[in-house]
């Protein structure tokens, strides 16, 4: 069975641009939640969708939005790109979108902006 | 608010030489402890999961346990392969039904030959 898979894995911005990052879930799985991971503050919670709608939202501005579709396919979209959104960007799905249910992680998008 | 504080931040173990990782929590309804281990460049791979106080879990070299305030993860025998940073993570009632972790800031473990 096939992982988690983002695309692209690698990126690279200017201040002020806006970028898109795609997040396929394992197959039959519904949930997809966003991370973002620095080296300063670590793993931080950007955002849940089950079902096309998004359940819950982290501590992080409005540039930071994101969607689901109905093939469970998710993109989180960050706009006015700034230096310290430079980061992994992880996306993880698990099956039923329980709070009980294990999270599988994807490789991830490295973001880097000049 | 949730909180996850791991110990200590980075250990350097020789081959063979078994030790612990610690992961203390603070959460309001704990729904599941997650355990998983990051290479450099990748996303986290998922180890264990725990639900209740007492619950252990094994894999090969690693085995981790739960109590109500802490979790443990314990490496017996490491090899080099073992080498990779682990990380804790919390999921707690406060968030209702959706999904979002609130994780440690990780053990970089490094296994000398």
């Known amino acids: 069975k096939a992982g988690v898979t983002q695309t692209p894995r690698y990126l690279i911005k200017t201040r002020g641009q806006q970028v898109t990052l795609s997040c396929s879930p394992i197959?039959?799985?519904?949930?997809v939640s966003w991370y973002q991971q620095t080296p300063g503050q670590g793993l931080q919670f950007l955002f849940e969708?089950?079902?096309?709608?998004?359940?819950n939202k982290g501590n992080f501005p409005g540039r930071f939005s994101g969607r689901q579709f109905s093939n469970s396919r998710s993109e989180m979209n960050v706009s006015t790109l700034e230096l310290g959104d430079s980061a992994l960007y992880l996306c993880?799905?698990?099956?039923?979108?329980?709070?009980?249910?294990?999270?599988?992680f994807g490789p991830g998008t490295r973001l880097t902006v000049l | 608010e949730d909180q996850v504080t791991q110990s200590p931040e980075a250990l350097r173990l020789q081959e063979g030489e078994s030790s612990s990782l610690n992961c203390s929590y603070t959460?309001?309804?704990?729904?599941?402890l997650f355990w998983y281990r990051q290479d450099p460049g990748k996303g986290p791979e998922f180890l264990f999961t725990?639900?209740?106080a007492g619950e252990e879990k094994e894999k090969e070299r690693l085995k981790a346990t739960l109590t109500k305030k802490e979790s443990f993860l314990h490496i017996t025998a490491p090899k080099p392969e073992d080498s990779a940073t682990y990380l804790c993570?919390?999921?707690?009632?406060?968030?209702?039904?959706?999904?979002?972790?609130?994780f440690g800031s990780g053990t970089q473990l490094t296994v000398l030959p």
């Open positions: 993880a799905s698990s099956l039923l979108g329980a709070s009980t249910d294990t999270q599988y």
């Open positions: 959460v309001s309804g704990l729904r599941g």
């Open positions: 197959s039959g799985h519904r949930s």
């Open positions: 993570a919390v999921q707690g009632a406060s968030s209702g039904s959706a999904r979002q972790l609130t």
């Open positions: 969708y089950f079902s096309e709608t998004q359940r």
């Open positions: 725990l639900y209740s």
